[in-house]
């Protein structure tokens, strides 16, 4: 981490703990899944950057903070206590086992109440791409610390979301995703399927998987074998290519995490039955995938618009993933399939591109404009994070 990218991420970090009731510690703080996530990851690097325990004391509250905050029921509803309907004692114990909120400022859409397009991006419910991230998040804790507790609530987690975001479709054949829930899980909320949301659980099952492996517990882990066949199968023949930033940024992110799994000895490839997923070939998917987003974001001409008319935290989440770039090629380098090796390489012209993303969002003009004010808090983590990206991707 270069030293002003490092005391960047740094101010960053402790700005957003006292904006959002973290630091000092409010009787409402404002919690909102995505951006915990991430902002967990960067108080993990942070503390292993400088070695302060500050940072890791932070990270540690605030993992507690969402499952005291989203992990129960919001303060307007009737419903009071753990979402997942454990009493106190045990909710404390498993407090991810029914799922975690969103953290949108509106009450989620009733199941008899007609549904509005405009409303449901304000209106709160579970995310299956937030949870993901949040699993996430909580592996990196247990990895940081060595405590299995995190590992086990990320894998707990993993189980309950699988089971309630995904679905067989009445006429039969190959399960599907929801991409919104209802807070207690009953209900979908939205009935499409996000487009990476299968790929973005198959990775990060793998990843959990992998950890618990490595991971001594006094009690073994759930065991994830089942979803991560269920996931692979979804994911098999998906289209993953998208113009989104945030999405080719994703790709990336999974493209790192892909690879790990497959030196650290997690599946690589299909059994006879197809149970496991073949992760080289799924690799080069993502891989020509996201050199399409990149090929897309680079002749979009939207580097050359004026920040208002940008979103920092979309652009932002592709430079994260470009950081992974030289990771992802390190590790491919004891690849068999050299071809992936090729794959990786010719993502390296467009790594300045993430570095200049992040340039432009850290000077003061930019954030003075209405696109950065209005998605504040997410835009600030999602910076530090770009700058310091070590404590999320794992580096």
Same mark, same amino acid.
């Given at each position: 981490?270069?030293?002003? =990218?490092?005391?960047?991420? @740094?101010?960053?970090? #402790?700005?957003?703990?006292?904006?959002?009731?973290?630091?000092?510690?409010?009787?409402?703080?404002?919690?909102?899944?995505?951006?915990? *996530?991430?902002?967990?990851?960067?108080?993990?690097?942070?503390?292993?950057?400088?070695?302060?325990?500050?940072?890791?004391?932070?990270?540690?509250?605030?993992?507690?903070?969402?499952?005291?905050?989203?992990? @129960?029921? !919001?303060?307007?509803?009737?419903?009071?206590?753990?979402?997942?309907?454990?009493?106190?004692?045990?909710?404390?114990?498993?407090?991810?086992?029914?799922? #975690?909120?969103?953290?949108?400022?509106?009450?989620? @859409?009733? !199941?008899?109440?007609? %549904?509005?397009? &405009? /409303?449901?991006?304000?209106?709160?419910?579970?995310?299956?791409?937030?949870?993901?991230?949040?699993?996430?998040?909580?592996?990196?804790? %247990? @990895?940081?610390?060595?405590?299995?507790?995190?590992?086990?609530?990320?894998?707990?987690?993993?189980?309950? *979301?699988?089971? !309630?975001?995904?679905?067989?479709?009445?006429? $039969?054949?190959?399960?599907?995703?929801?991409?919104?829930?209802?807070?207690?899980?009953?209900?979908?909320?939205?009935?499409?399927?996000?487009?990476?949301?299968?790929?973005?659980?198959?990775?990060?099952?793998?990843?959990?998987?992998?950890? %618990?492996?490595?991971?001594?517990?006094?009690?073994?882990?759930?065991?994830?074998?089942?979803?991560?066949?269920?996931?692979?199968?979804?994911? &098999?023949?998906?289209?993953?290519?998208?113009?989104?930033?945030?999405?080719?940024?994703?790709? /990336?992110?999974?493209?790192?995490?892909?690879? &790990?799994?497959?030196?650290?000895?997690?599946?690589?490839?299909? $059994? +006879?039955?197809? =149970?496991?997923?073949?992760?080289?070939?799924?690799?080069?998917?993502?891989?020509?995938? *996201?050199?399409?987003?990149?090929? *897309?974001?680079?002749?979009?001409?939207?580097?050359?618009?004026? +920040?208002?008319?940008?979103? =920092?935290?979309?652009?932002?989440?592709?430079?994260?993933?470009?950081?992974?770039?030289?990771?992802?090629? &390190?590790?491919?380098?004891? +690849?068999?399939?050299?071809?992936?090796?090729?794959?990786?390489? +010719?993502?390296?012209?467009?790594?300045?591109?993430?570095? =200049?993303?992040?340039?432009?969002?850290?000077?003061?003009?930019?954030?003075?404009?209405?696109?950065?004010?209005?998605?504040?808090?997410?835009?600030?983590?999602?910076?530090?994070?770009?700058?310091?990206?070590?404590?999320?991707?794992?580096?």
């Amino acid at each position: 981490m270069a030293d002003a =990218a490092g005391e960047g991420a @740094r101010g960053i970090m #402790l700005d957003f703990a006292r904006l959002t009731g973290l630091d000092p510690p409010t009787e409402r703080p404002v919690r909102y899944l995505w951006t915990d *996530a991430f902002a967990v990851c960067n108080y993990l690097g942070l503390f292993r950057e400088f070695q302060d325990r500050g940072f890791l004391d932070l990270g540690l509250r605030l993992v507690d903070q969402v499952h005291h905050t989203l992990g @129960r029921h !919001r303060g307007d509803d009737r419903r009071k206590g753990w979402i997942s309907g454990l009493g106190e004692g045990e909710g404390e114990v498993h407090p991810t086992i029914g799922g #975690l909120r969103i953290g949108k400022k509106l009450p989620e @859409r009733r !199941r008899d109440e007609p %549904a509005s397009e &405009r /409303l449901e991006w304000d209106q709160d419910g579970q995310y299956f791409h937030y949870l993901t991230k949040w699993m996430h998040a909580l592996s990196q804790t %247990a @990895r940081v610390t060595g405590d299995p507790r995190f590992l086990r609530w990320a894998m707990e987690l993993a189980k309950t *979301a699988h089971a !309630r975001f995904t679905s067989t479709p009445r006429s $039969g054949g190959q399960k599907r995703m929801y991409w919104k829930m209802s807070i207690d899980l009953s209900y979908p909320l939205v009935t499409s399927m996000g487009q990476h949301d299968p790929l973005d659980g198959l990775v990060t099952y793998c990843e959990l998987r992998l950890a %618990a492996r490595r991971t001594p517990a006094p009690s073994p882990m759930p065991d994830l074998g089942a979803e991560i066949a269920e996931m692979a199968g979804i994911c &098999r023949g998906m289209e993953l290519a998208t113009d989104d930033p945030l999405g080719t940024g994703g790709l /990336l992110a999974d493209a790192l995490g892909i690879a &790990r799994i497959m030196a650290g000895g997690g599946p690589g490839f299909a $059994g +006879a039955s197809g =149970a496991e997923p073949d992760l080289p070939a799924l690799l080069g998917d993502v891989l020509s995938a *996201a050199l399409f987003g990149l090929d *897309a974001f680079a002749d979009s001409g939207c580097q050359d618009l004026p +920040a208002d008319f940008r979103l =920092a935290f979309r652009e932002l989440g592709l430079s994260i993933g470009l950081s992974a770039v030289g990771d992802l090629i &390190r590790i491919l380098e004891g +690849a068999t399939d050299g071809s992936l090796r090729v794959q990786a390489e +010719a993502l390296l012209p467009f790594v300045p591109l993430g570095e =200049a993303i992040t340039r432009f969002w850290s000077d003061g003009n930019p954030q003075g404009s209405g696109s950065w004010r209005e998605h504040r808090e997410i835009n600030m983590v999602m910076l530090a994070t770009g700058l310091a990206p070590g404590g999320f991707l794992g580096i």
